[in-house]
């Protein structure tokens, strides 16, 4: 899933997610106190401009410059509080310390020996700062999906929770119904969400 595969798949229609933020993000946030955050995978920009909108500053990141795109378009009334960045999180890790919130929504993070691109995101979060990392559950899903990927080839939320460190707090670690439908074509009707605070 390189950076042709997902241009060509939000080439492929003029708008592929809904727009709306995801509901976990909702759920869990709206109550956090804006700062920094980071975006993992941004997309059409949905996440980071509900974000936004609440006073945070926000480094949206995604491998398609199609979506990027996509993304500054429909946030023209934050422009000022969303820097859209093209990078792959996988292979060059953010800045340590720099942001009170590290959000990941549904991002295909592979599973990697040692771990070191996964320690790289997770050291993004600045002491006192919030992890949410969402994924969708795989329990039942077939070894291989139509697409040719292999779920247990990423990394899930409870095996990221696993790898934290000494200074972190898991504050949510759940399987938990969908907010909202799954989308056209998928099964997926529950979440899985991991929720950690680092200590200061």
Known sequence: ??????????????????GDPNGVLVTELADLP???????GCGEGADALWLARRGWLV??????????ERAAGFGTDVEERVS??????TTAPPPADAFDLVCVHYFPFPRRPEHTALHGLLSAVAPGGTLLFVGH???GLPERLDDGHAPADYYQPAEVAELL????TVTV????????????????????VLRAHRAR
Request: proline share 9%; charged share 20%.
């Open 1 to 18: 899933m390189d950076a042709q595969f997902w241009d060509d798949r939000y080439s492929s229609q003029a708008q592929l997610f809904s």
């Open 34 to 40: 804006p700062g920094q955050a980071l975006d993992v």
């Open 59 to 68: 480094t949206a990141v995604d491998i398609s410059r199609v979506a990027l």
């Open 84 to 89: 859209w960045k093209c990078g792959d999180l």
């Open 137 to 139: 559950d795989i329990t």
């Open 165 to 168: 460190g000494g200074d972190w």
């Open 173 to 192: 670690n759940e399987t938990r119904p969908r907010i909202v439908p799954p989308p056209p074509g998928s099964h997926h009707t529950h979440d899985t």
